[in-house]
């Protein structure tokens, strides 16, 4: 409510009298003044760190992480270089160097206050995940339990994260930076008189990245396992920064209330991790694994900075953020005292009191209340906004004229009917933009060059939110109801309420992420509430002063939070899918930070002269930015820093008949796109590339295209993989597939029984023929008990530092007694992920061929099918 108003003996001419406007060039250091609050505040505080402490500085400090210690460590860790489960890299040198670590800490320990036992697990077993049964052999674990002495706890804290990496990359961020956190925080605890009430349990777990098998393995078979009472996992999807908590719980509040009261450098929000559930990250982490096989609930943090390089062979030592280090090392060691320390850890299912809402303001404190209170909070602060809104609608009708009263209120209602549709054509003009983007094929031109985000989806957004209420004022010019501040308040007015019935939906639907809504609705009230006072006791009218104040810590906000998602979801992209849509997650992401701002502060544009050729600029800059994108200036991709990822593997593929004959034998190279830009090589490394309709035969004719599909996530990619023909690889193995048995346990029941040598990896896929189904099998049931789950079935299986034979057996189920073979086909693909050293030349020269703004993942592969 503008209470210029309120002053009945004021001149009620038409609310675009000229005298009441400001002068347009006051409008560009308008827009600049929100540009500055954001470039002065957002920025920096997300990029602030704690200085590191240096060994030399630890008499000053102690009880508290040094930095520098952890720095050296990763040093040496990092230097043994890639470290995928199953390679002596990471089975023995690694192993190595964390327990002379370990020895390292026990020796200088105060041995009269803490026993420390260390114990080295190699674990095997299986189970269900992404829809493949999962089954895993020899798999490594090093765990240590710090206990304090003379203390009987059997409850214990567990803080876990991986030292194994991803192929081809020596993973110093993901995680090999938390390790060393982990190793420091055990240090420090090791050698303090402070106060330990419970043990702790760190371990350091070598198959995270090969489907989070070592996790399995120690929550499902370790001695302490049982007695792990709550959780801290330590994992990233960068190049650290600040780590983020981005899932907790579940049902245990009392977690983010310690992590509230302890964590030095907060940075946690409940829209992250409804986000990360709903699969909006292609990524997961082991605190799947102790959540849904070990019942233990706990903290998930990880860094997110500088996704680009994760899982390459940029993720290095040098570039790690250098903030990192104290940063987490100062969060994780308060947080592993407290929850030691925390009389919930006892018996933690008393104190399952639901889910919690959370999130930090720029990282300076931290807001946390149960969903409970939440759903009471939005409530409240929505009910009291459309309150007050009406009543500054009820104030400006009566201290006008009488008569004037009902074309007030006629003309509000008309604001929200006009307010509703800016909104829906700011989302809409937004949302086509992105899909015209998309049918342009010139996806992906912000992914270096961020800044082509703003033109793209923030400027239609502005354009659109300030220039629909120019045009209703300059409609309704000519008319004596309300005056211009009025007419803009009310649109204002109208964007709360809508928002505040949404806010009230979302809370309705059990949405926690509701609270993101609600703080832009609780701001919007306050100044409501503020002005009233104000002119109570004044009688003067500040509305925009106030207004404008109270829309700082909003504003401030909604902008850090999309500074955050972009910085974090941008390099995502790269490695999301060719089926993905990044432009569509992106502007819906745009939209939604730009509504709870924008809408507060755009229809006040509106305020200066020549607002409507104002707001048009930003339309203006959208269409400039539109053209930037589809010319050279808006390729995507560059060489080390932004790069197009690829999996490239060299791949020998045979087809058995039901005779047992080998019928198709082909060798060549297998391309598998990540991102949205498949063809960016077709008249280039891939100008040679088999032609559309042989992929669409392979997959019409072979099960799964008859490829070595290394993941679920492959399968929704095949459409866009690329086959150039070669000659065959040198495989470290053949592989060798024998039927031990064939056993009928009923007239249509009988079981195959398998040996298998081959790669350390395998993936096994078994489709049965018509009038067949597979039963049971060997490896995990979960997706034979899943209600309409199709074939064809996949297994997977890793075996770590062994070579024998891997046995199996499928029961198979026939129609009729008298229905003969074959029964299935089972398609063994192998994969041979570090081993470089027998790469062809013509191997090493396609991989050459990629251009420097391309990153090739590669290894070599086969995929042999048979009939049985």
């Excluded at 110093?172 to 390790?179: E, T």
């Excluded at 930037?628 to 045979?654: M, N, S």
């Excluded at 099998?777 to 997706?783: I, K, Q, V």
């Amino acid at each position: 409510m503008a209470f210029q108003s309120f002053d009945v003996n004021s001149d009620l001419k038409g609310p675009d009298d000229k005298s009441k406007k400001i002068n347009w060039y006051w409008a560009p250091a308008f827009c600049a003044f929100w540009f500055l609050l954001f470039y002065v505040t957002v920025i920096p505080s997300f990029f602030s760190y704690p200085e590191t402490l240096r060994i030399s500085d630890e008499k000053a400090h102690p009880d508290e992480f040094i930095g520098e210690r952890a720095q050296l460590q990763l040093l040496g860790l990092s230097s043994i270089g890639v470290k995928l489960t199953g390679s002596v890299e990471n089975e023995v040198y690694a192993v190595r160097f964390l327990l002379n670590e370990i020895e390292k800490i026990k020796s200088a320990s105060r041995q009269d206050l803490y026993d420390i036992e260390v114990d080295v697990q190699h674990s095997s077993g299986d189970f269900w995940i992404w829809g493949l049964a999962t089954s895993y052999h020899n798999v490594t674990n090093i765990i240590v339990k710090l206990s304090p002495k003379k203390l009987t706890s059997e409850s214990y804290l567990l803080v876990n994260s991986h030292f194994d990496s991803e192929v081809g990359s020596p993973a110093a961020a993901d995680a090999g930076v938390m390790i060393v956190v982990i190793l420091e925080v055990l240090r420090v605890i090791s050698i303090s008189e402070n106060e330990l009430k419970n043990p702790i349990v760190f371990l350091l777990n070598g198959a995270e990245e090969s489907n989070f098998l070592a996790a399995h393995g120690f929550i499902t078979q370790h001695k302490w396992a049982t007695n792990c009472k709550a959780l801290i996992n330590l994992d990233s999807t960068g190049s650290g920064g600040k780590e983020v908590l981005f899932q907790t719980g579940p049902n245990h509040p009392w977690l983010v209330k310690h992590y509230i009261k302890s964590a030095k450098h907060p940075f946690a929000t409940t829209l992250a991790e409804e986000l990360f559930q709903n699969n909006f990250v292609p990524s997961d982490t082991d605190f799947r694994i102790f959540r849904d096989y070990g019942g233990v609930p706990g903290l998930d943090m990880a860094h997110a900075l500088n996704g680009y390089i994760y899982h390459t062979k940029y993720d290095t030592f040098h570039n790690l953020e250098r903030g990192t280090y104290q940063t987490t090392g100062d969060n994780v060691l308060a947080l592993v005292w407290a929850l030691a320390n925390a009389d919930e850890l006892t018996n933690p299912e008393d104190h399952a009191e639901g889910h919690v809402v959370f999130y930090d303001f720029l990282g300076w404190f931290m807001v946390a209340y149960t969903e409970t209170i939440g759903i009471i909070v939005n409530v409240c602060v929505s009910c009291c906004a459309i309150i007050f809104i009406f009543l500054s609608v009820f104030l400006m009708s009566a201290l006008g004229d009488k008569d004037q009263a009902k074309p007030v209120y006629m003309q509000f209602f008309t604001i929200i009917g006009v307010q509703l549709l800016t909104v829906a054509v700011a989302v809409g003009l937004t949302i086509l933009i992105a899909i015209i983007v998309e049918a342009l094929n010139i996806t992906q031109s912000w992914y270096t060059q961020t800044w082509i985000i703003f033109g793209l989806y923030f400027c239609p957004m502005f354009f659109v939110l300030a220039i629909v209420p120019g045009f209703y004022i300059k409609w309704r010019k000519n008319e004596n109801t309300m005056r211009l501040n009025d007419i803009i308040a009310c649109f204002m007015h109208a964007h709360c309420l809508i928002l505040a019935i949404i806010c009230i939906i979302m809370t309705g639907l059990g949405i926690r992420s509701a609270f993101f809504v609600m703080i832009a609705v609780f701001f919007y009230t306050i100044s409501l509430i503020l002005n009233m006072v104000v002119f109570r006791f004044t009688k003067k009218d500040c509305y925009f002063v106030i207004h404008f104040l109270c829309e700082v810590m909003p504003f401030w906000f909604y902008t850090y939070m999309a500074y955050v998602f972009l910085t974090f979801f941008i390099p995502m992209q790269g490695r999301d899918g060719p089926t993905s849509r990044p432009e569509l997650l992106l502007s819906m992401f745009t939209v939604l930070c730009t509504l709870h701002f924008g809408g507060f502060i755009l229809p006040t544009l509106n305020k200066f002269r020549k607002s409507k050729t104002i707001s048009s600029m930003f339309a203006v800059i959208c269409v400039a930015f539109i053209i930037i994108a589809a010319t050279p200036a808006g390729f995507p991709f560059t060489k080390d820093v932004t790069p197009q990822r690829f999996y490239v593997l060299h791949t020998e593929r045979i087809f058995h008949d039901y005779a047992g004959s080998v019928v198709k034998n082909d060798t060549g190279f297998y391309v598998q796109p990540e991102d949205t830009r498949p063809t960016s090589l077709d008249d280039s490394t891939l100008k040679n590339a088999l032609p559309q309709s042989w992929i669409d035969e392979e997959c019409a004719t072979e099960m799964l295209c008859g490829l070595p599909l290394f993941s679920m996530r492959w399968r929704k990619w095949k459409d866009s993989m690329k086959w150039v023909t070669a000659g065959g690889p040198n495989l470290v193995k053949p592989t060798d597939l024998k039927l031990i048995s064939k056993t009928y346990t009923n007239e249509t029941h009988l079981i195959y029984s398998f040996s298998l040598r081959a790669a350390d990896r395998v993936i096994i896929n078994i489709e049965p023929h018509d009038k067949n189904k597979v039963v049971d099998w060997s490896f995990n049931r979960g997706m034979l008990d899943e209600p309409g789950y199709e074939p064809p079935y996949s297994a997977y299986h890793l075996q770590s530092m062994d070579d024998s034979p891997f046995q199996f057996w499928i029961q198979i189920e026939r129609e009729t007694p008298t229905l003969e073979g074959p029964h299935f086909r089972i398609g063994i693909g192998a994969h041979f992920l570090y081993h470089t050293h027998t790469y062809t030349q013509e191997y090493k020269d396609f991989l050459a061929s990629f251009p420097e703004w391309a990153y090739p993942t590669h290894w070599t592969a086969s995929y042999e099918c048979w009939h049985f």
